[in-house]
C-alpha cells in the first residue's frame, strides 16, 4: 500500500544541518512507494503565528497557510524531523504545527529526531510527543533518532553506513506504515468528530 506522506522540518538557520534527515527520510519513504511532500518552513517563508489558518475567513488564509492546509488535508501521516535547541522543540518547528489544529486529525506522526552531537535530539523528541498527541496526530512508539547528523548523512542525505541506516530506519517505516494503514481504514468508516 502507498500513502502520502508529509514531512515537516522547521529550522530556519542559514547553516541547518537537519535537511541531511530530511532527504535521507525522503528516499526511504519513496523506496518504499510512498509519496512524501515536504513542508518547509523555512523554504515556505511561514512567518511567526497570527491568526491560525482555522481562524481566518474562509478561503481568505494567506496563500502559504492555504497551501500548507492542502497539503496536511491530503496526507496519511506526518514525519515530523526535529532537531534540539536548548533541549526543547526548535522554534521554527513548533511555529508550524501550532498554525494548525483540525487539519492535523486522525492520522499518525512519526518522529526522526537529529543533533550535531551524541545525544540525536531525543529531548525535543519527548517534548514533541506531548504536543503531536495535543494536535490530534500521535506519535507511533519508535522513533529515528540521529546522533552527529552532519556525519550521518551527506547533503543529499545519502548515509555514510548506508547498511546501519537501512537498518533502523526499517522497524521505524515499517511500524509508521502499519499506523498509517490502521487509520486510513478506520478513516473511510467515519470520524468521530
Ligand atoms: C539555539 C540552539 C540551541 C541548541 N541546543 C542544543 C541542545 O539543547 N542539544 C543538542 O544536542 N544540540 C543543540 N544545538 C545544536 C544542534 O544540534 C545543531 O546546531 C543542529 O544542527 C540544529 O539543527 P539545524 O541545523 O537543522 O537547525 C543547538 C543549536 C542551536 C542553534
Redesign the pocket.
Not at 547553516?15 to 535537511?19: E, H, M, P, V, Y
Not at 537529529?114 to 535530539?121: C, D, E, L, T
Given at each position: 500500500m502507498s500513502f502520502a506522506v508529509t514531512v515537516l522540518?522547521g529550522?530556519?538557520?542559514r547553516?541547518?544541518?537537519?535537511?541531511r534527515?530530511v532527504r535521507f527520510i525522503e528516499e526511504q519513504l519513496r523506496a518504499r512507494g510512498h509519496t512524501p511532500t515536504l513542508l518547509d518552513a523555512m523554504a515556505l517563508d511561514l512567518p511567526l503565528l497570527d491568526r491560525m489558518y482555522k481562524e481566518h475567513p474562509k478561503s481568505s488564509a494567506p496563500p502559504v497557510l492555504e497551501k500548507m492546509a492542502e497539503t496536511i488535508r491530503a496526507a496519511d501521516g506526518f514525519v515530523v524531523?526535529t532537531?534540539?535547541?536548548?533541549?526543547?522543540i526548535?522554534p521554527?518547528l513548533k511555529n508550524m504545527l501550532d498554525h494548525f489544529l483540525e487539519e492535523w486529525f486522525w492520522r499518525p506522526s512519526a518522529i526522526v529526531s537529529?543533533?550535531?552531537?551524541?545525544?540525536?535530539?531525543v529531548?525535543?523528541a519527548i517534548l514533541l510527543r506531548i504536543t503531536l498527541a495535543e494536535l490530534g496526530t500521535p506519535a507511533i512508539s519508535s522513533t529515528l533518532p540521529v546522533p552527529q547528523?552532519?556525519k550521518a548523512f551527506d547533503e543529499q542525505g545519502k548515509p555514510a553506513d548506508p547498511e546501519a541506516w537501512a537498518r533502523r530506519s526499517r522497524k521505524f517505516l515499517d511500524e509508521f506504515e502499519w499506523h498509517m494503514a490502521a487509520l486510513k481504514a478506520q478513516r473511510e468508516k467515519g470520524v468521530p468528530y
Open positions: 522540518y529550522s530556519y538557520r547553516d541547518r544541518q537537519g535537511i534527515a524531523v532537531g534540539e535547541y536548548n533541549q526543547g526548535p521554527g537529529y543533533s550535531q552531537g551524541s545525544f540525536a535530539g529531548r525535543a547528523v552532519q
